[in-house]
């Protein structure tokens, strides 16, 4: 006998590549599928989770400015002559009505050479000594230095506590004109110089003078070296546009109820898009048999729970009415709802009431989002659940690596058997046709 098998299926005639990888199938089958609808349940509960830690956060995030004073401290600020001066106020600002007159516009003071020269001209060797206000500092110049080298050496010099210098082409030639965006008095500029270029210094003059800004304030006078002013009234800042000494523009400062308003109705979307979900995820159809990612979930529900008990409470104190009386409800479809005209009647009513009830400390804004703090906090059971989701999957992960480590043995060990088998059946092949030939020896030998 000779000749050894060298690839699987030549004594046989079986397909053992493709024979083996049947077996191999067949018996990964169950445990693959039973890890696959693992896999695929811890999936589907891991986004459902995830959906629902997204609708919670949504919510937190509409009570933002609601546990604060943004809500209920938001003020309204308008001018009577929105050309003279514009007006904002912060929330808690004080409340009320001031007769404002600009006199001056604050300005910064401007200088420069007044007398036209040839810009190419030597300014001369020495030192300017220039000042804006009571800061000052030096620039050394050299014969030959021009206009423009000149005024590079101020813009560029490391001390200059900010003058802004320029070259301007009048009548007559060009001037070297200082600047500064300071204003106030004292933003007034001066120069002196020692050497040749004392008389180009002695030459720079006052072109506008600094000056602060003046008003009076229900009568009172204020200067301020700059045009806005955000701490003559509480709270209130004045940008001056322009003055007019005989006019009188009158800001008024008021609630902003608008904002209270606008806070209720941003809280009502987010929690009617919470509620849709958290139906979604635990909702069951009877009559399909479909259910939601979370049906029969006891946290869903009792985070629902805890939720919708906080809304229809109102959390209002002893002395307070509940948020249906403010407008605030559910309607027969179990959404919520804000009846806005309910809601300015009690602003104009009980102002006070509603935003106690709404923002104060005990407040609804206050408990929902101390509850979904704690819901959404790290040591809350919705992490905890989606921890456990994350460490299902990886076990299920670890099985998936070991059954494939599995398959590839028992690939081996059926390859082995099936390549053994063959050889076996090479050899009989190879022994039967031996025989075969002796009989036929035989059989011709007698004749």
């Given at each position: 006998?000779?000749?050894?098998?060298?690839?699987?299926?030549?004594?046989?005639?079986?397909?053992?590549?493709?024979?083996?990888?049947?077996?191999?199938?067949?018996?990964?089958?169950?445990?693959a599928?039973?890890?696959?609808?693992?896999?695929?349940?811890?999936?589907?509960?891991?986004?459902?989770?995830?959906?629902?830690?997204?609708?919670?956060?949504?919510?937190?995030?509409?009570?933002?400015?609601?546990?604060?004073?943004?809500?209920?401290?938001?003020?309204?600020?308008?001018?009577?002559?929105?050309?003279?001066?514009?007006?904002?106020?912060?929330?808690?600002?004080?409340?009320?009505?001031?007769?404002?007159?600009?006199?001056?516009?604050?300005?910064?003071?401007?200088?420069?050479?007044?007398?036209?020269?040839?810009?190419?001209?030597?300014?001369?060797?020495?030192?300017?000594?220039l000042?804006?206000?009571?800061?000052?500092?030096?620039?050394?110049?050299t014969?030959?230095?021009?206009?423009?080298?000149?005024?590079?050496?101020?813009?560029?010099?490391?001390d200059?506590?900010?003058?802004?210098?320029?070259?301007?082409?009048?009548?007559?030639?060009?001037?070297?004109?200082?600047?500064?965006?300071?204003?106030?008095?004292d933003?007034?500029?001066?120069?002196?110089?020692?050497?040749?270029?004392?008389?180009?210094?002695?030459?720079?003059?006052?072109?506008?003078?600094?000056?602060?800004?003046?008003?009076?304030?229900?009568?009172?006078?204020?200067?301020?070296?700059?045009?806005?002013?955000?701490?003559?009234?509480?709270?209130?800042t004045?940008?001056?546009?322009?003055?007019?000494?005989?006019?009188?523009?009158?800001?008024t400062?008021g609630r902003?109820?608008?904002?209270?308003?606008?806070?209720?109705?941003?809280?009502?979307?987010?929690?009617?898009?919470?509620?849709?979900?958290?139906?979604?995820?635990?909702?069951?159809?009877?009559?399909?048999?479909?259910?939601?990612?979370?049906?029969?979930?006891?946290?869903?529900?009792?985070?629902?729970?805890?939720?919708?008990?906080?809304?229809?409470?109102?959390?209002?104190?002893?002395?307070?009415?509940?948020?249906?009386?403010?407008?605030?409800?559910?309607?027969?479809?179990?959404?919520?709802?804000?009846?806005?005209?309910?809601?300015?009647?009690?602003?104009?009513?009980?102002?006070?009431?509603?935003?106690?009830?709404?923002?104060g400390?005990?407040?609804?804004?206050?408990?929902?989002?101390?509850?979904?703090?704690?819901?959404?906090?790290?040591?809350?059971?919705?992490?905890?659940r989606?921890?456990?989701?994350?460490?299902?999957?990886?076990?299920?992960?670890?099985?998936?690596?070991?059954?494939?480590?599995?398959?590839?043995?028992?690939?081996?060990?059926?390859?082995?058997?099936?390549?053994?088998?063959?050889?076996a059946?090479?050899?009989?092949?190879?022994?039967?046709?031996?025989?075969?030939?002796?009989l036929?020896?035989?059989?011709?030998?007698?004749?």
């Amino acid at each position: 006998m000779s000749g050894t098998l060298s690839s699987a299926g030549v004594g046989s005639g079986l397909d053992i590549a493709s024979l083996v990888n049947q077996l191999v199938a067949a018996e990964r089958a169950p445990t693959a599928q039973r890890l696959a609808r693992q896999e695929s349940t811890a999936r589907v509960e891991i986004s459902a989770y995830g959906l629902l830690r997204s609708a919670l956060a949504d919510l937190q995030s509409s009570l933002t400015g609601a546990t604060g004073d943004a809500q209920t401290e938001g003020r309204t600020a308008s001018a009577s002559r929105e050309d003279l001066l514009e007006v904002s106020a912060a929330s808690g600002a004080a409340l009320g009505r001031f007769d404002i007159v600009v006199e001056r516009l604050a300005s910064s003071g401007r200088a420069a050479t007044l007398t036209p020269r040839d810009p190419a001209a030597d300014v001369g060797d020495g030192t300017l000594s220039l000042s804006l206000g009571s800061d000052s500092f030096d620039v050394a110049t050299t014969a030959g230095m021009d206009l423009a080298a000149l005024r590079d050496a101020i813009n560029d010099a490391a001390d200059n506590p900010g003058i802004n210098a320029t070259i301007i082409n009048v009548d007559g030639g060009s001037v070297l004109s200082l600047g500064s965006d300071v204003s106030g008095l004292d933003s007034a500029i001066s120069a002196s110089g020692s050497g040749d270029i004392a008389t180009l210094a002695a030459d720079i003059g006052e072109t506008r003078p600094a000056q602060d800004a003046l008003l009076q304030i229900d009568g009172l006078p204020r200067s301020s070296a700059e045009n806005s002013i955000s701490d003559a009234i509480d709270g209130v800042t004045l940008n001056l546009l322009a003055a007019d000494v005989g006019a009188t523009t009158t800001i008024t400062i008021g609630r902003d109820d608008g904002a209270l308003q606008q806070g209720l109705e941003d809280f009502v979307e987010a929690w009617n898009s919470f509620a849709s979900n958290a139906d979604t995820l635990g909702a069951y159809n009877a009559s399909t048999g479909d259910a939601g990612a979370l049906n029969g979930d006891a946290l869903l529900r009792g985070i629902e729970n805890q939720l919708r008990q906080i809304v229809s409470a109102g959390q209002g104190t002893d002395d307070l009415l509940r948020g249906a009386e403010f407008g605030l409800r559910f309607d027969t479809q179990g959404k919520l709802e804000l009846d806005s005209a309910a809601l300015a009647e009690s602003l104009s009513t009980r102002r006070d009431d509603v935003a106690a009830w709404w923002n104060g400390p005990d407040g609804l804004a206050s408990a929902l989002d101390g509850v979904l703090s704690q819901q959404l906090g790290d040591d809350a059971s919705l992490k905890s659940r989606e921890d456990a989701l994350s460490a299902r999957l990886e076990r299920i992960d670890q099985r998936e690596e070991r059954l494939d480590l599995r398959m590839e043995s028992v690939r081996a060990r059926y390859l082995a058997q099936f390549t053994a088998l063959d050889v076996a059946l090479a050899q009989l092949q190879t022994t039967s046709s031996f025989l075969s030939q002796q009989l036929a020896g035989l059989n011709s030998g007698s004749t």
